[in-house]
């Protein structure tokens, strides 16, 4: 079955840039899209089509794309940005399958 | 306001059935669909199925094909899960959400606040 592969975790100081990837053999010919998950809370789409921010988000998270690999890229690291994040995607078979990535815990030090 | 409202937390015991639901509003009901995630104590998401509440064409994960049936009744924009015979293994989050496939192209744009099911004799 299609995978996609996070790291568990990703550390990084306040003001500092983070960089959180996600691999998969079909990201090349399928969006990617990453979701924002604080304790208790629902998860909240922060980017879509590979790179595009809805509405409501904040300039400092981007999205970016090469080859397998897609990369949410958080600029001016804040408190509030310490959460999980997952990506998600579909496989390429033809068959409408979603698939989340495992999730990365991102804390702020 | 576009949103999805869950039904609320459920205690149930092995081997008992049960059904939540997921209601929108703020939007047509019909024309977006509407998926629902599974997250397991301290683990990740998982997509269990999706439904579109229109003519109620239902797409289930390999995982979650014949363990829960999905199902929507559009004339009260409500979209449902349901269990037949609950394992203590079911205890979870899960959430509805909706996905767009105009504006974001298929992200899953709006996300119900989430049912927890617990499953324990």
């Known amino acids: 079955s299609y995978e996609l592969t996070q790291p568990p975790s990703v550390s990084v100081s306040p003001g500092q840039t983070a960089r959180i990837t996600c691999s998969g053999d079909a990201l090349p010919k399928q969006y990617a899209y990453w979701y924002q998950q604080k304790p208790g809370q629902a998860p909240v789409l922060v980017i879509y089509?590979?790179?595009e921010r809805p509405s409501g988000i904040p300039e400092r998270f981007s999205g970016s794309s090469s080859g397998t690999i897609v990369t949410l890229t958080i600029s001016g690291v804040q408190a509030e940005d310490e959460a999980d994040y997952y990506c998600?995607?579909?496989?390429?078979?033809?068959?409408?399958?979603?698939?989340f990535g495992g999730g990365t815990k991102l804390t702020v030090l | 306001e576009v949103q999805l409202v869950q039904s609320g937390a459920e205690v149930k015991k092995p081997g008992e059935s049960l059904k939540i639901s997921c209601k929108g509003s703020?939007?047509?009901?019909?024309?977006?669909?509407i998926a629902w995630v599974r997250q397991m104590p301290g683990k990740g998401l998982e997509w269990m199925g999706i439904?579109?509440?229109?003519?109620?064409?239902?797409r289930y994960s390999p995982s979650f094909q014949g363990q829960v049936t999905i199902s929507a009744d559009e004339s009260i924009s409500t979209a449902y899960v349901q269990w037949s015979s609950l394992k203590a293994s079911d205890t979870a989050m899960y959430y509805c959400?909706?996905?767009?496939?105009?504006?974001?192209?298929?992200?899953?744009?709006?996300w119900g606040q989430g049912t927890m099911v617990t499953v324990s004799s």
């Open positions: 998600q995607s579909t496989d390429s078979s033809g068959t409408y399958t979603v698939v």
């Open positions: 439904i579109y509440p229109g003519d109620s064409d239902t």
């Open positions: 089509k590979d790179s």
């Open positions: 703020g939007y047509s009901f019909t024309i977006y669909w």
């Open positions: 959400a909706r996905r767009d496939a105009s504006t974001t192209d298929d992200a899953f744009d709006i």
